[in-house]
């Protein structure tokens, strides 16, 4: 079992920066897939990316290419979403998200899920 608690979250200026983190637990980490997910108020859940449990293989979805960057760091158990040129359309509740295989797009095929962490944006 995994658990999972992001942190880093925050009120920032369109065109800012942040960088959230997922501090996962146990000995078994750096064999599960994270990925990043996010919720807007009146939203669904969308995929923003994930990175493979050695930190070998990252996938951004859509947009996010070029503006997001995943990347962990097993030997702190954490894994790093850095976020850049945020604008108000970023404003979401972020997750992250374990599951023991490949970096899916889809959030019922992770198996544990942290708490979230609310990021907001202002104009």
């Not at 658990?3 to 009120?11: D, K, M, N, P, R």
């Not at 065109?15 to 009146?42: E, H, K, M, N, V």
């Not at 990316?49 to 960057?69: C, D, E, L, M, V």
């Not at 374990?98 to 544990?112: E, Q, T």
């Amino acid at each position: 079992q995994v658990q999972l608690v992001e942190s880093g979250g925050g009120l920032v200026q369109a065109g800012d920066s942040l960088r959230l983190s997922c501090a996962g637990s146990g000995r078994t980490f750096s064999t599960y897939t994270i990925g990043w997910f996010r919720q807007a108020p009146g939203k669904e859940r969308e995929f923003v990316g994930g990175i493979s449990g050695n930190g070998g293989s990252t996938y951004y979805a859509g947009s996010r290419k070029g503006r997001f960057t995943i990347s962990r760091d097993n030997a702190k158990n954490t894994v790093y979403l850095q976020m850049d040129s945020l604008n108000p359309e970023d404003t979401a509740v972020y997750y992250c998200a374990a599951r023991p295989s490949a970096i899916a797009g889809v959030g019922g095929m992770y198996n544990y899920w942290g708490q979230g962490t609310q990021v907001t944006v202002s104009s």
